[in-house]
Every structure is written in C-alpha cells, then in structure tokens.
C-alpha cells in the first residue's frame, strides 16, 4: 500500500506540491487528473524514489520510501523504448534492471506479447511500431518488472480514442485478474473514473488535492459505463472540481 | 535480383567516372611522358607495379601493423578519455584545452620529433596513429555518452538498476554509433599518418617505399605507394562499417534510408 502524508515539493523557487496527503490501499486503483503543469509527473516521480521530496513522508508497503529505489514498477510519459533493443528485449529491461533471471522474463513477456496485440512484433525495432504499439510495450516492459506497485503516468496519453478505449477496458481486465496496487495519472476523466476506484483531482502548482471522487463500481467495467446516470454525476463532480480550480480563481 | 540492381545503380556511375578519369589521364600523359616524369601514364604505373610487387607484401605488412595496433590504441585511450570526462565536468574542464591543442600541432612536424624520442621502429609510427585517431574517437563517444536521454538513466534506475546495469543497458549502446561514426572519420588519415611517420625514418613500410621512390625520381613508383595507401585505407573503412553493421543493428534501417 502507499502512504503518502503532508507531500511538499519545490523546484528552487518554484513551489510544484504545497501539501498533499492520500493512501492507496494494496490491489486498490487511485487516479490522479489536474491541470497541466499543477505537478502529476513530479508526484508520480516522487513515489517512484526518483526525486527527494522537499518535506513529507511517503511510504510504501510500510518502509520509507523516499528516495528508496526499485520498489515500485514507474512508467514515465514518454514510452523510453531503448533504440538499440528489439521488441523483446524491451519488454525485460525492467525485469533485467532489477537483476531478475533474464530467461524467465523473456519466457513471461513472450506470452504477455498476444494479449498486448503485439504478437508477431517480437523482433521489431522500436522505429518500426506505432506510437499505440510502443505504448503497449512499455506498458508490458512495466508489468513484467514483476513488482506489486504500478506507478503509470498517462500511459495511453498518445494513442487514439478508439486504442485509448481497447486498452482501457484491458487494462481493466488485466488488474481484475493480477493484483496490482495503481497509481495512474491521466488527463481524461473517463478514464479516471472508468479504472480507478478513487480519483485524486489536482489544483493548479502548487498541487493540492481539491477533491476526491469515488468510483465504486465492481470491476472488470464495461466501456459503456461512461453513459450511466451515477458514472455522469460523479463525472460532473471531478470536472467541476477542475474547473473550480482552474481560471476562475485569477 | 533487386539488392544486385540496386548494389549496380550504387556502384556503376561513380565506377565509370573514375574510368572515363584514368583513360583522360592515359591520353593526356601518354604524350608528354618523356617531358613530364612528375606524371606519369597510369599505364606505366601499373608497369611500376608489377615490376616492384614483390617487394610491396612486407612494407603493406609494416604499414598495417602499425596502423592496425595504432588504431587500437588510439580508440582505447579516445574511449577511456571519454569515459572519463563526460562522467566528470572538472576533467573536462582540465583536459578539452589540451584535446583541442593536441590537434593543433601538425603530424610532420611531430613526427620527427617522435622518431628521435621512440626511434626508428615502429613505435613512433603507432603513436602518430594513434594521435590522429583518438581525437575524433574522444570528441564523438564524449558527445554521445552526454547526449544520453537522461529518462533512459532514470528509467532503469527507477527499477533498481545501478552502475553496471546502466552501464551495459544504456551507456555503450548509446555511445556505439557516435564512437563508429569518429572512428570513421579518423581512418581516412590513419593509414595517411603511419606513411607520414615512416617517410621520415623507417627501415621498413609504404611510406619509406614512397620516399625512396621520390629520392630515385621513379614518380611512377610513387604513384604505385600512393594507390596501394589509398586501397589500405578504403579497405580498413569497409571494414570497421562492417563492424559497426554488426555492432549496431538498431542502426540499419536508418542507414539505408538516408
Ligand atoms: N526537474 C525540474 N526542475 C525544475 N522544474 C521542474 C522540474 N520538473 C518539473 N518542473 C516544473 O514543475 C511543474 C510541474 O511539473 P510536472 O511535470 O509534475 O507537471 P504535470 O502535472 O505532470 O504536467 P503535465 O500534465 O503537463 O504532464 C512544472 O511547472 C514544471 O515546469
Ligand atoms: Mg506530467
């Protein structure tokens, strides 16, 4: 589970979190949706134990994790597919990084590649897959690190409506099956909504939670929740959160 | 059948200019051998190179081995220094100076200098290879470990990943082709520098070949050394892109496109 208590970051003078407090139960979703630049990624970055934050405590299955590296699967926003590595070796540079056994983790992959819709693309270069296809792949590359905290920050941001739609509803599908604790920031709230079982809205930098929004439906969902009555009202909460948040105040 | 037309349309034009090259060459200095010696006929080159051939194998032989463990040198000491200074801002800081000025003395007037200290073996000789290698080898390998996307190092660190692992994953990957493509620049002139080095003192190699022919006016000699040291040269070329298609597969389909 992660825990996360009176979070305070600033970039030299730059204040990104003034003071955010939440927890994610383990195997539960949270996601987290805010204005561009309100400080998401720096959040995301600072579970992962990649940045110090300026004060607070972040805890993660109960030890501290700041600064404490590689106890948490981190996808950045960019899919950092290694050029010089092929589809497969790709998908193991999380398991390798970590120094689990290379053979078992090309064994894992390979029948992870079908229900990713990248099988036959086992030996293709990065150059050569599409930006949805690069995207399942690190997603993959994610999932195959085999660690119990998955930190995605918007991992479907560059694919089209119609990909971004299949890969929710399998990534939905996928979490039901595998316990997974998730932090997912995204800019959509559909997809918010529609994944987690709570959803963190932002204000804008510095970052401060200005709401939080149950999801309680059972998972695995179905796409067509989106037009349901409740999933509406909830909706309309998260957006009127944002937008509370947003010009208004200035 | 397509890679054989394609591997024609690649070779064909510039082969024929070189040969519409040479027959002007034949037809101009054809007439004016007598008076000109400075130019010969390729013709009476290749005459020139069949009378002395068999003394050509042992001086390819030395120009070779110095330039080969020349090379060698230069890329280890070019990829250390690398190494080194794009993983330590006050080393480079120390050493970009003298790298530039490294450069700025030219070969003929270190040579002589090199013999005195090293010799007439073949050490001077590998050092001067060596120094015209390792330039570009340091300047290209240094850009490409600084220009590694600091996301890829922070995404194997965020699994855990430490030194040898970036190392190995990220680093050498990264700075292969940059390293290939100095090492290609510096070996037009490495063969070019062990016939500098052996021109001014040697008991063996191309160079020496070419500066007694020059002694003797036997220009068409010259000629012979000159062709034998630009074939080497285009050899070793062909050879370390071989290598670098080997070691860099990522990189073959944006070579062929561009
Ligand atoms: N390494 C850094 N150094 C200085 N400032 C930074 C750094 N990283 C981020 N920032 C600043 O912190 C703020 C928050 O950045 P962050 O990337 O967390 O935003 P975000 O919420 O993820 O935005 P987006 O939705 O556009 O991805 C921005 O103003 C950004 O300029
Ligand atoms: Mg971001």
């Given at each position: 589970m992660i825990l996360v208590e009176g979070l305070q970051h600033s970039f030299e003078s730059l204040d990104v979190i003034a003071d955010v407090s939440f927890s994610v139960d383990r195997g539960r979703f949270c996601a987290v949706v805010g204005p561009s630049g309100c400080g998401k990624s720096t959040l995301l970055r600072i579970l992962a134990g990649l940045l110090a934050p300026s004060d607070g405590r972040v805890d993660i299955d109960g030890h501290?994790?700041?600064?404490?590296?590689?106890?948490t699967a981190y996808m950045a926003q960019r899919d950092l597919l290694l050029p010089w590595r092929r589809a497969l070796a790709n998908a193991t540079v999380g398991a390798e990084a970590r120094g689990l056994d290379r053979r078992a983790a090309r064994t894992q992959s390979l029948g992870l590649f079908e229900r990713f819709g990248l099988a036959g693309f086992e030996r293709s270069w990065p150059h050569q897959m599409s930006g949805g296809m690069r995207q399942r792949l690190a997603l993959l590359r994610t999932f195959v690190a085999g660690l119990d905290v998955l930190l995605l920050d918007?991992?479907?941001?560059?694919?089209d409506a119609i990909t971004r739609r299949d890969l929710q509803t399998w990534l939905d599908q996928f979490l039901t099956e595998n316990q997974h604790t998730v932090v997912l920031v995204t800019h959509d709230v559909d997809e918010a909504l529609l994944l987690a079982d709570e959803v963190l809205v932002l204000s804008p930098?510095?970052?401060?939670?200005s709401a939080r929004v149950q999801s309680p439906y059972p998972h695995p969902r179905p796409s067509r929740l989106v037009t349901d009555a409740d999933f509406i009202s909830r909706k309309a909460a998260v957006l009127e959160a944002l937008g509370q948040a947003g010009p208004r105040t200035g | 059948m397509n890679t054989v037309r394609a591997a024609m349309r690649e070779t064909a034009p510039p082969a024929l200019f070189v040969v519409v090259l040479l027959a002007l060459w034949e037809l101009w200095a054809g007439q004016s051998t007598s008076r000109n010696p400075?130019?010969?006929a390729p013709s009476r080159i290749w005459h020139a190179l069949v009378d002395t051939a068999p003394l050509l194998p042992s001086h390819v032989r030395t120009t070779l081995t110095e330039t080969a463990v020349g090379v060698l040198l230069g890329v280890s000491t070019g990829v250390i220094v690398a190494v080194v200074v794009s993983g330590w801002p006050l080393a480079r800081r120390v050493l970009h100076p003298l790298l530039v000025a490294s450069q700025t003395v030219p070969i003929q007037v270190l040579a002589p200098l090199l013999v005195l200290w090293a010799?007439?073996?073949l050490a001077p000789k590998i050092i001067v290879v060596a120094l015209v290698v390792f330039f570009p080898v340091t300047v290209s390998t240094t850009a490409g470990l600084q220009n590694v996307d600091l996301e890829y190092i922070e995404l194997i660190r965020s699994f855990g990943g430490g030194r040898a692992v970036l190392l190995r994953m990220v680093m050498i990957p990264a700075a292969l082709p940059p390293l290939f493509a100095g090492l290609r620049i510096s070996l037009t002139y490495a063969v070019a520098g062990a016939v500098i080095g052996e021109s001014?003192?040697?008991?063996?190699?191309l160079g020496l070949y070419i500066a007694r022919s020059q002694r003797a006016f036997r220009y068409d000699q010259v000629f012979v050394g000159v062709a034998v040291v630009t074939v080497l040269s285009m050899v070793l070329f062909s050879l370390v892109s071989v290598l670098a298609w080997v070691l860099c597969p990522w990189q073959r389909q944006t070579d062929r496109s561009t």
């Open positions: 501290r994790a700041v600064g404490r590296i590689g106890h918007e991992p479907f941001g560059a694919l930098r510095p970052g401060t939670i | 400075v130019l010969p010799g007439f073996g001014i003192g040697a008991t063996s190699g």
